[in-house]
């Protein structure tokens, strides 16, 4: 064992100045050309102003960032993807890639904000952290903070409540009459917000009595009691006189049931549109996705319930690899404490089925391990019994907000149900937090997704066993170690036959034989029967190392290279010597 | 053995020279020069196009992953109603790729139509109905039967990397033999999974344990192993196939492509039929044949009929089920739709279905198939007045398949025909599977008079046909046995001892297994020489030793010209015939009765006077369409009194269906009440009556 450590120490070092080119030379800040987007993370923003932020980072750090727009949604707004990567350490698909997007769901708006807050961050950070400063330079982050910019634009222009409006804007004959999104929400009284509506009736007419504890609810009757009031719904009117109210909104094709996935079409599941990926927010998402075969890890930001949620999004979907649940799982306990309040969830299992979600399609088409962060619930639990209920809601706004979340109740004369009353929650209220508590749940949600760049595979080679078995000819076993924990290739590619296959390669030497070593110490070797000199390795798993096989036909030198989608590229030059580097030769 | 040698010296020296073609003269292939290339179909259209401006839209609705233009022609009457909205056929032909007797079929069509004379049948038809129809869905393929080398194509020109190993089209089939097609290759192989068919060894069949067959040979698509990954032809040109890239039961895989509807040949076809909710029926034309093969499903779940539902507590407490029973979707639908909560918020059957995680739908519902058995009745009556074979086995579609879309999801009645496949072989009176053929077996039951009786032509084909050799002919069996020195079990036991019997020795029955591809092989003989290419040795550059040979790729899809013909003209009859019987929704009576005071009973009734119903069942429950709508005009002088101007209905079943309204109205005396019947797939229809001082 003696003589053993010193090399390894060695070993290690070399590897971990290989691994890290921080490691050696101090990364200086980068310097921006011209002020930087001053952003302020306790606030919400329109699309233009993020897109006004997008191209303020990419004009004050041109070297760093690419700008595009990846498509463009139906109304014709762009969908602005921001890539932030290092020139200094590798082209863009040479690297492990982390892929961040938000506000999918048009109402779900702060997830943009959190997308934003990591560009921000990450860019502001470089040189000054050494943990981002590491990322940064061994791999790349594609953030696109607006998925939805049609919806997030009617969302802040309104008619909208904080449950409308969720899909894209492609119409939808919801009722089914020939005609199309002629029947959604209006702003009766004219004050910007979709409240409800609501109605005193004679005694014994009702449904709803007001609340004697705060006469701004209402609460139903129980049997034996009469009631003097009915809840008639969100604002508006019956636009098109079939006896219906709202029953024809703009939407709904739900652009996250629209993903290749485990796909079912609208009577199986609500909102999938006519096809998978027919609209062009997801499709163009989809077919950047595939040009970009290196993201290894997905964020898809979502609203509410303050859940780390991943696949399978049905029941009947495959179960996922246990490979792969390894780092899911440790990445998903470590995402509960970085995220108070938060819970690591299996959508189908703990949430409700999802056919056709983003994260599946991540998962199981492009073999990249994908969450969907489900970002906030009100902090408004005060009885502590698991839920928000109406009550605390109010009382959350009128000791919390001062009241500002509320619309008072104003009579109004509904041109189908006469004297009424109009009134209730602004659209934020539930799903999206005030500007005070918005900055940190920004922040905590962008250190969950730098836990999961800090996990993206990361390769280096070690030290080769070196053995002459005859002339000019070497038995080499080349340790390929990956130190964090998503794989370089997700069990669900290899199972599914997704993408590519790691591939590595020997210059400098004929490749006689090639294979994967099972066993070091017992010589167990599964060896590739054709083509050894393009041996296809099935990946090397998180935090473990895959041992490659060559027998080499040459002198001096060889260089063993290996090449990984997601895990990027890695090569080391291997003396052919004998060097004791065996099991046998050291015992 | 001679023979052989000198092949396995002809093909060391090939292998020398690196050549991969055992030298020798190619076989003749089969001729497809009246097939219409992509080009020429092309150039087809555009002149029917220019030919008949007023009834023939050509319209292009996307491009192939090769970049090629994907057509559709439009045929429909001139004047009327907008062809758009009157009730359609879709014709879709090979979309499939090698299926190009489909493509024949669909021009065969548009000519038809396009060049109707007045008052003929398909011109009376184009007054009210359109077609749509498009002759080439899979246009990167469509070449590959006159490709050089021919061969069975499904994929578009996508660049796919089939064996994900990187590289992308490096390992494709070779014409090693040089005969112009890729048949297939047969390696020696024990445990390859194949052997020669016992009673014909050009054939091959699959090895089995349960008959005691042991394989012999490996079974590969004719080539080399470009890229040395022991694989033969597993990276080739072929791309993504359109036809199994559809949303119905899609097949995740390299073919079948990352996700449904990825293929642009398959998403300007879901773009230009979402578009056009008119068409009511469709026919593909493709390898399968649903007219002779009732569908099968594709698997999955979601067959309502039989599917238990638990209802989840919270809503189960609500609607007042029991959380751990399982009940059926109408049990739970018998009692929900009566509560409050679901009549308020008119929550569908569809909709309670969908909250409960019904399924998709996976079989053709009886309701649907019903019609499609009409429809094959008359389909193999027509087949049989063309002289066509109408018992010959039909092809079933695949997953991810154009046809199974468009029932599934798209709601049409859709129906898939080949046009044309290798009929049944005719069975001879005395062929030798026949029932009534004299086998050992049953000569040895016999009497002696019983056998003597046969005659001696019958007796002597029956001695041949057991390798009995030549001087014991019927003659000397028959003084024997008239001399009572032989009985016909005594006969019998002699002929097995000297070996003899009815290839293949053993049975005396020709082998099972192979019985299609015999048949197969003897219609190409007798109708498409040169469509089987003997088995040929070849040694590959690795030095493998293999044989080339087998069928023509497309030899069971696309027959010489002369052959597809008839089926061609059968196949355009059957098309005309369908188009006359799609659903018609019509305004059946229009009843204005006065009450006094200016106030009117207006009922009306729309009824379905086609033949199909106006949705299917499975679009009924896809909600693939809008429902039937009757309407009542207001304004102008009539007033509604109470409730809404219109009525719907899901369905209305063929020739019987029927919808009716009820509508109390105040009218001004002479104002028109005027009600109007639609739904997107069944046209239109408008009755007017004035109210008058007689009314």
Redo the contacts between chains.
């Keep these: 064992m003696r003589p053993r450590t010193p090399r390894l120490v060695l070993g290690a070092l070399a590897l971990l100045a290989a691994a890290s080119p921080s490691f050696l030379r101090a990364a200086e800040p980068i310097r921006p050309q011209g002020n930087p987007p001053a952003a302020s993370f306790n606030r919400l923003h329109t699309y233009e102003e993020i897109a006004d932020l997008l191209k303020g980072y990419a004009a004050a750090y041109p070297k760093w960032t690419k700008l595009e727009s990846i498509g463009k949604t139906l109304q014709g707004r762009d969908l602005w993807m921001i890539t932030i990567n290092n020139p200094a350490t590798g082209s863009e698909l040479s690297k492990p890639a982390m892929y961040v997007d938000g506000n999918t769901h048009a109402n779900e708006v702060q997830g943009a904000e959190a997308a934003l807050y990591t560009v921000d961050y990450l860019l502001k950070s470089y040189g000054n952290l050494p943990r981002v400063t590491e990322m940064m330079d061994r791999s790349v982050f594609y953030i696109l903070p607006v998925v939805n910019a049609d919806g997030r634009t009617l969302w802040f222009k309104g008619p909208s409540d904080a449950d409308f409006p969720r899909t894209v804007m492609q119409p939808v004959?919801d009722d089914?009459?020939?005609k199309l999104d002629e029947d959604g929400f209006d702003d009766v009284d004219g004050d910007g917000f979709v409240t409800e509506m609501r109605k005193k009736v004679p005694m014994g007419q009702g449904t709803h009595r007001l609340d004697p504890k705060d006469r701004r609810m209402l609460v139903e009757v129980q049997p034996g009691e009469l009631g003097d009031w009915i809840q008639i719904g969100k604002e508006g009117y019956d636009n098109d006189?079939?006896?219906?109210v709202n029953?024809d909104t703009v939407g709904y094709v739900d652009p996250n049931r629209t993903?290749?996935?485990s796909?079912?079409?609208?009577?199986?599941?609500?909102g999938a549109g006519?096809?998978?990926?027919?609209i062009p927010e997801t499709r163009s998402i989809?077919m950047w996705a595939?040009a970009h075969p290196n993201v290894a890890a997905v964020q898809s930001y979502h609203n509410n319930g303050q859940m780390i949620l991943r696949g399978p999004g049905a029941?009947?979907d495959p179960p996922y690899p246990p490979q792969d649940l390894k780092a899911y799982d440790l990445l998903g306990k470590e995402g509960e404490k970085l995220l108070p309040g938060y819970r690591y969830f299996i959508s189908w299992k703990d949430l409700y089925?999802v056919h056709g979600g983003t994260t599946d399609?991540f998962f199981?088409?492009m073999g990249a391990l994908a969450f969907t962060n489900e970002m906030y619930n009100p902090p408004a639990d005060f009885d502590k019994n698991g839920e928000v209920s109406q009550e605390e809601l109010m009382k959350f706004n009128d000791l919390l907000s001062m009241g500002r979340q509320w619309v008072e109740w104003k009579p109004y004369k509904h041109p189908q149900y006469g004297m009424i009353e109009v009134g209730g929650f602004k659209r934020d209220v539930g799903r999206v937090p005030e500007g005070w508590a918005l900055e940190e749940e920004t922040h905590r949600n962008n250190a969950f997704v730098l836990l999961n760049a800090y996990h993206l595979p990361q390769l280096s080679i070690g030290e080769a066993t070196v053995q002459k078995v005859g002339d000019r000819l070497w038995k080499v076993e080349v340790p390929v170690l990956n130190d964090r924990a998503i794989a370089s290739m997700a069990a669900v590619a290899v199972n599914?036959?997704l993408?590519?296959?790691d591939?590595a390669t020997v210059t400098g030497g004929k490749v006689i034989s090639s294979g994967l070593v099972d066993n070091p110490y017992l010589d167990k070797i599964q060896i590739q029967?054709?083509?050894p000199e393009?041996l296809?390795v099935p990946g090397v798993e998180g935090t473990s190392t895959r041992t490659l096989f060559f027998l080499i036909q040459g002198d001096g030198e060889v260089t063993v290279n290996y090449?990984s989608l997601k895990g990027g590229k890695v090569s080391k030059k291997i003396a052919l010597r004998e060097n004791g580097m065996d099991a046998k030769a050291s015992m | 053995m001679k023979e052989k040698l000198s092949r396995l010296r002809t093909a060391a020296a090939a292998a020398a020279l690196g050549l991969t073609a055992l030298a020798g003269p190619a076989v003749a292939a089969v001729s497809y020069q009246d097939y219409h290339p992509f080009a020429e179909v092309e150039r087809q259209l555009q002149a029917w196009g220019k030919d008949h401006p007023q009834e023939v839209k050509l319209l292009t609705i996307g491009k192939s992953a090769g970049g090629r233009p994907i057509y559709v022609v439009r045929v429909a009457g001139t004047g009327g109603t907008n062809p758009d909205d009157r009730p359609a056929v879709f014709v879709g032909a090979n979309i499939a790729g090698y299926h190009n007797a489909g493509t024949e079929a669909a021009l065969d069509l548009i000519k038809t139509l396009a060049a109707a004379p007045a008052g003929s049948p398909a011109a009376k038809l184009l007054a009210s109905t359109t077609f749509y129809v498009a002759p080439a869905l899979n246009p990167d393929a469509q070449d590959t039967l006159f490709g050089a080398p021919r061969l069975r194509r499904g994929g578009n020109g996508q660049k796919v990397?089939h064996d994900?190993?990187?590289l992308v089209g490096e390992d494709g089939p070779d014409d090693l033999n040089g005969d112009g097609a890729i048949t297939r290759m047969r390696i020696a192989d024990s445990a390859g999974g194949w052997l020669a068919d016992s009673t014909d060894p050009r054939v091959l069949v699959k090895a089995d344990s349960m008959e005691q067959r042991p394989g012999a040979y490996r079974v590969v698509v004719e080539g080399k192993?470009d890229?040395?990954?022991?694989e033969y032809n597993e990276d080739g040109a072929d791309g993504v196939w359109p036809d199994r890239n559809f949303?119905h039961a899609?097949p995740?895989s390299?073919e079948g492509g990352?996700?449904?509807?990825?293929a642009p040949e398959t998403?300007a076809l879901?773009d230009f039929l979402?578009g056009r909710r008119n068409v009511a029926l469709a026919v593909v034309y493709g390898p399968a044949n649903n007219l002779l093969a009732a569908p099968q499903s594709l698997g999955g779940?979601?067959d309502l009929g039989t599917q238990k539902f638990k209802v989840p507590p919270q809503a189960a407490k609500f609607l007042g089920f029991d959380p751990e029973q399982e009940y059926t979707i109408d049990q739970i639908w018998e009692v929900a739709q009566n509560l409050p909560f679901v009549r308020q918020n008119?929550i569908t059957k569809?909709?309670l279905?969908?909250f409960l995680?019904?399924?998709?739908a996976t079989k053709v519902d009886p309701g649907d198939q019903a019609y499609l058995d009409k429809f094959a009745e008359s389909y193999k009556e027509r087949l049989k007045k063309a002289g066509l074979s109408n018992d010959r086995p039909g092809a079933q579609y695949g997953k991810g398949g154009f046809t199974p879309w468009l029932y599934?999801?798209y709601g049409a009645m859709a129906v898939e025909l080949d046009v044309w496949g290798v009929p049944k072989a005719e069975k001879k009176a005395d062929a030798k599977d026949a029932g009534d053929a004299l086998t050992l077996d049953k000569a040895a039951a016999m009497t002696s008079e019983e056998f003597m009786a046969l005659g001696e032509e019958k007796i002597d084909a029956f001695l041949k046909e057991n390798k009995v050799p030549a001087q014991f002919n019927a003659k000397t069996v028959l003084s024997f046995m008239k001399g009572g020195q032989i009985d016909p079990k005594g006969m019998v036991d002699r002929i097995k001892q000297m070996g003899g019997g009815a290839s293949p020795a053993g049975g005396g029955k020709p082998s099972e297994a192979g019985a299609r591809d015999r048949e197969v092989l003897a219609w190409v003989e007798a109708n498409a020489p040169g469509a089987f290419t003997p088995w040929k040795a070849v040694t590959l550059p690795d030095g493998t030793k293999a044989e080339v040979g087998g069928l023509d790729p497309l030899a069971e899809l696309d027959p010489p010209m002369a052959v597809l013909k008839p089926a061609l003209a059968a196949h355009t009859e059957t098309v005309l015939d369908l188009a006359g019987k799609l659903p018609k929704v019509e305004i059946l009576s229009l009843d204005v009765t006065p009450l006094g005071g200016g106030v009117y009973r207006v009922k009306a009734v729309a009824g379905n006077r086609g033949y199909l119903a106006t949705h299917t069942k499975q679009a009924e429950?896809?909600?693939a369409h809008?429902?039937v709508?009757l309407t009542l005009q207001t304004g102008k002088g009539v007033e509604l009194l109470t409730?809404?101007?219109?009525v719907t209905a899901e369905r209305l079943e063929g020739t019987t269906g029927t919808l009716a309204g009820e509508w109390l109205v105040r009218a001004d005396e002479g104002a028109k009440i005027v009600v109007d019947a639609?739904t997107?797939n069944a046209g239109r229809d408008q009755k007017t009556t004035t109210v008058g001082k007689g009314a």
């Design positions: 004959d089914r009459d020939g006189g079939d006896g219906r029953e993903w290749g996935f796909w079912e079409p609208e009577y199986v599941q609500a006519n096809y998978p990926l027919a989809a595939l029941k009947a089925t399609h199981n088409i599914g036959k993408h590519r296959q591939i029967e054709h083509r393009r296809m090449d | 990397d994900m190993d990187g192993d890229d040395g990954d022991g949303p899609f995740y390299v990352p996700w449904s509807s990825y998403k879901l979402f779940g979601g008119d569809e909709q279905q969908q995680g019904a399924g998709a599934y999801q429950r896809a909600h809008i429902p709508r409730g809404y101007p219109f639609t997107d």
